[in-house]
């Protein structure tokens, strides 16, 4: 299983990005699927989750501004933000959990970097 995240860049406070996740195999057994990220200097944060039936769950700092949300038939999952701010500049990372035989494993993208400048 592989998880790749794109779409990050450089964006001024107040505006908005849109993060890809594409999956090298079917997604309709993954749960949660998630956007994690890591700002320099600190640990790497949960920013989202999103299980099979749609319920999400967001960090509270990033609730009413992002939004995530996820494509089965795509294999695809995304993270829409907008109002950024600032302190929203990390490496983000999308991040799938896959239960087989009982196991959880976890599957994690490269990163994509979000810059969001003052």
């Known amino acids: 299983v592989q998880l790749q995240a794109s779409g990050g860049g450089l964006v001024q406070a107040g505006g908005s990005l849109t993060l890809s996740c594409a999956a090298s195999t079917s997604i309709l057994s993954f749960n949660p699927m998630g956007w994690y990220r890591q700002a320099p200097g600190k640990q790497r944060e949960l920013v989202a989750v999103?299980?099979?039936?749609?319920?999400?769950n967001y960090a509270d700092s990033v609730k009413g501004r992002f939004t995530i949300s996820r494509d089965n038939a795509k294999s695809m999952m995304y993270l829409q933000m907008n109002s950024l701010k600032v302190e929203d500049t990390a490496v983000y990372y999308c991040n799938a959990r896959l239960v087989q035989n009982g196991i959880p494993t976890n599957y994690w993208g490269r990163g994509t970097q979000v810059t969001v400048s003052s």
């Open positions: 999103i299980i099979s039936d749609g319920s999400t």
